[in-house]
């Protein structure tokens, strides 16, 4: 009995570690779309596969799009774009949410008309060689005429966040956190299961 007892209760922060890991985010990178500026904020992101962008817009019209380091301004195919985020004041309730898939560099930028070439552009995983960097980008599309909105809203989950820390939260199509949310709460209630097991062989043994 008092071995079994032992075991519950050494088990009880392990229990606890591993439930406040598996809540965490810790890969996800938050950047601001134009927040008083013609610019993302930050504007390169250092991210591991797995990751997510999440592209924060702000008011009145902007935009983000996937596009290759050798054609400034223009997207890339099967890359991602979020469509024309139009906002009246603050930020847009909106969020579009990119899974980054490989370390290779992601270069971006925004469709709407002049904000690429005044500099509206950012990567994630820029070539750690700095053979392309995004001041080349940059410099590049001032040069480009026009430019290339992508055909549809694709690659990235367009949408409200969900609230972070709110357990009971309504269920959202949209979000791709729930598996690891329901895991999450699975967690605690095996916690507390076994927080009311050991006081209860505490008590027998009393
Ligand atoms: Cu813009």
């Known amino acids: 009995m008092q071995f079994l007892i032992a075991v519950l209760l050494s088990a009880l922060p392990l229990t606890l570690a591993h439930s406040s890991t598996s809540t965490a985010n810790p890969g996800v990178h938050s950047v601001s779309v134009g927040n008083g500026a013609l610019a993302y904020s930050p504007d390169t992101i250092t991210a591991a596969v797995g990751d997510t962008i999440e592209f924060h817009f702000f008011a009145p019209l902007h935009s983000v799009a996937q596009g290759n380091f050798s054609t400034p301004c223009t997207p890339s195919p099967n890359g991602f774009f979020s469509g024309d985020i139009s906002t009246s004041s603050g930020e847009n309730v909106d969020v579009f949410t990119v899974t ?6 992601i270069w971006f930028y925004c469709v709407i008309p ?4 005044l500099g509206m552009s950012g990567v994630i995983n820029p070539p750690a060689d700095n053979s392309n960097t995004l001041a080349q980008y940059q410099a590049a599309a001032k040069n480009v005429a026009n430019s290339v909105t992508p055909a549809n809203v694709e690659g990235g989950v367009l ?3 969900k609230a972070a ?8 199509p949209s979000s791709k956190n729930a598996g690891s949310r329901t895991g999450g709460d699975i967690q605690w209630v095996v916690f507390g299961l076994t927080g009311a097991l050991a006081m209860v062989f505490g008590a027998l043994i009393i």
């Open 159 to 161: 949408g409200p966040l």
């Open 165 to 172: 820390t709110t357990s009971s939260a309504a269920p959202s």
């Open 114 to 117: 002049t904000h690429c070439q």
């Open 100 to 105: 980054v898939n490989d370390t290779n560099p």
